[in-house]
């Protein structure tokens, strides 16, 4: 745990790629491999759940600090991160340990989960007692569910490659299904991931349920008049939607079927008619797609038999434990196919994306299925006449255009040696808010006010009483700079003070970018935007002409209709 906890250390203060690096390879040269196995779960995307919850840490850890709650409170609002906050106020260890990572793990931390209270409080009063602060700091990330820190699967998966001296898109393969939710990594998994031998790394993948590494797009924002110079003529790509929904590989081998996100999330008891479909294709086969609402009786808008729906009727099915027929039967969700990357067996990856994509209508045109829709491609002789079909995109309910090289293979990651995939997104939606409400942020970030909620106003200027109404949070798109000057602001305004969220005088006008916009009642405001952030600061825009939601809902799907 000490090892462990200085590595988190090292990682969080530092903002060098290189010295993270360092810092990773040091570690895993030496560590114990059933204490890596779980740092790569970790660092390599593994979300680990929360196993105390954070009132009953709060309660106790008042109580061992011997705090009234108006001082515990404030120093959160201080420290900015629960975690910190508790791990620096506890008294001093009265015992040692000489436990490693899981130990910790395996031993007294997921047996947390379920004990009853009595149990539970003196259990954590007694590792509170064996942990310094600085293990204190990753004990309590780990147990409330919020442990992250600035480092990448890339890292992750380069400081692998470099101590055990095997390629790194090997080691990629390795560690597809590694951090799956519910994975408890082990000391022989570990040894797999960096043993020199493929046949000694991995069991047969003929039989194994994992995926294939992703192949990313990277993002395209040339003007269209510069397409030509830079990419050739439309003749050299393969032309597509890019379709907003959840990437997913779906797996058929050995009489199993496995449907997982690009997150590593095994998620096949979640779409049921999905796993159906696996079973209907042949054995050996892998398809690369989008999960997503599909309306097959709608207009035929994609040379489909159908249309996909918007990104906020998926999200009713995700997450959701229970699947009743009746929300099976109004959200039915398909697999839109654009790539092929195994058939009977064999791994394609290796041959051109053209001749993978043919490969893919023949076979969807021998296996038909409900649930199986294939991407269509897109044609045009020119990049204009392209820009104009894309152009349709957000009526479609799509987010623009994908472009892959006909020749390309299957890369993994975001890589172009072995061709590209583009990503030519529509310009997002916008428009002007107000900064409403902030809050610290994490890791270098702790210190400063930097994650922000964002209101607009509840009627047009003109109208005799309207209020800021809150709808948005964002974080990101400011410059260091911009945000320190924010900071700054932010404290110079506070009105109160709710832990450690600040509300302020509206003074702040920013312009807020997001990719889809849709209602809902869960909001305040009813309407939910997806992935918003800060595209400028408006200085130049006095609050009072900031937008109202008549104008976030003449922004919503078919206001124009």
Same mark, same amino acid.
């Given at each position: 745990m000490k090892d462990f906890a200085a590595l988190y250390q090292a990682l969080d203060a530092s903002t060098s790629s290189l010295a993270k690096k360092a810092a990773l390879q040091a570690y895993l040269k030496q560590a114990d491999p059933a204490d890596a196995a779980w740092v790569v779960y970790f660092l390599g995307g593994g979300k680990p759940r929360q196993l105390v919850p954070t009132k009953v840490l709060r309660a106790?850890?008042?109580?061992?600090?011997?705090?009234?709650?108006?001082?515990?409170?404030? !120093? *959160?609002?201080?420290?900015?991160? #629960?975690?910190?906050?508790?791990?620096?106020?506890?008294?001093?260890?009265?015992?040692?340990?000489? #436990?490693?990572?899981?130990?910790?793990?395996?031993?007294? #931390?997921?047996? @947390?989960?379920?004990?009853?209270?009595?149990?539970?409080? !003196?259990?954590?009063?007694a590792q509170w007692a064996m942990l310094a602060v600085q293990e204190r700091l990753v004990y309590f990330k780990l147990i409330t569910g919020s442990f992250r820190v600035g480092v990448s699967r890339l890292q992750v998966t380069q400081a692998l490659a470099a101590v055990s001296a095997v390629d790194a898109k090997r080691i990629a393969q390795r560690l597809m299904g590694y951090t799956h939710l519910g994975a408890r990594p082990t000391a022989p998994d570990y040894l797999r991931l960096v043993a020199p031998a493929e046949e000694a790394a991995q069991p047969g993948r003929e039989t194994s349920g994992y995926p294939f590494p992703f192949f990313l797009a990277h993002p395209l924002s040339l003007p269209v008049q510069a397409f030509e110079a830079a990419l050739g003529t439309p003749s050299q790509w393969v032309v597509e939607w890019k379709w907003d929904g959840i990437r997913a590989q779906l797996v058929h081998r050995a009489g199993g079927v496995w449907l997982w996100s690009r997150g590593e999330e095994l998620v096949?008891?979640? *779409?049921?008619? $999905?796993?159906? @479909?696996?079973?209907? #294709?042949?054995?050996?086969?892998? @398809?690369?797609?989008?999960?997503?609402?599909?309306?097959?009786a709608a207009a035929q808008g994609l040379q489909t038999g159908g249309r996909v729906r918007p990104f906020a009727d998926l999200q009713k099915r995700i997450g959701r434990k229970t699947l009743g027929p009746k929300l099976l039967r109004e959200l039915p969700v398909?697999?839109?196919? *654009?790539?092929?990357?195994?058939?009977?067996?064999?791994? $394609?990856?290796?041959?051109?994306?053209?001749?993978?994509?043919?490969?893919?209508?023949?076979?969807?045109?021998?296996?038909?299925?409900?649930?199986?829709?294939?991407?269509?491609?897109?044609?045009?002789? !020119?990049w204009d006449d392209l820009a104009l079909q894309r152009e349709q995109a957000r009526a479609l309910g799509v987010e623009g255009l994908m472009l892959k090289a006909r020749n390309a293979h299957y890369g993994v990651g975001r890589t172009k040696d072995v061709g590209v995939w583009w990503k030519w997104k529509i310009d997002p939606l916008s428009v002007d808010a107000v900064l409403v409400y902030a809050q610290r942020g994490h890791g270098?970030?702790?210190?400063? *006010?930097?994650?922000?909620?964002?209101?607009?106003? !509840?009627?047009?200027?003109?109208?005799?009483?309207?209020?800021?109404?809150?709808f948005a949070k964002a974080y990101s798109g400011l410059t260091d700079a911009e945000m320190a000057r924010v900071d700054a602001v932010v404290r110079k305004t506070t009105v109160e003070s709710f832990g450690p969220v600040r509300s302020v005088r509206p003074t702040l006008v920013f312009e807020l970018g997001f990719e889809g916009i849709a209602r809902s009642s869960r909001h305040k405001s009813g309407i939910a935007v997806r992935f918003p952030r800060m595209l400028r600061w408006r200085e130049d825009k006095p609050v009072d002409e900031a937008d109202s939601l008549q104008t976030l809902s003449a922004l919503l799907p078919g206001a124009g209709a």
């Open positions: 106790l850890a008042r109580e061992a600090a011997g705090l009234p709650e108006w001082l515990f409170d404030e !120093s *959160y609002e201080a420290v900015g991160d #629960l975690a910190e906050t508790i791990a620096l106020l506890l008294p001093e260890p009265t015992d040692v340990h000489a #436990l490693g990572l899981a130990q910790w793990m395996e031993q007294h #931390l997921l047996p @947390l989960r379920g004990l009853a209270p009595d149990a539970l409080a !003196s259990t954590l009063r096949t008891d979640r *779409y049921p008619e $999905l796993e159906a @479909l696996g079973h209907a #294709l042949p054995e050996g086969t892998v @398809l690369d797609g989008e999960i997503a609402v599909w309306e097959h398909v697999l839109i196919a *654009y790539d092929l990357l195994e058939e009977g067996g064999q791994d $394609l990856r290796s041959l051109p994306q053209h001749e993978r994509r043919a490969r893919l209508d023949a076979l969807l045109a021998r296996t038909p299925h409900p649930a199986l829709v294939a991407s269509p491609q897109l044609h045009g002789p !020119s270098r970030r702790a210190s400063l *006010y930097s994650d922000y909620t964002f209101a607009v106003w !509840s009627a047009p200027p003109g109208a005799d009483e309207r209020v800021l109404v809150p």
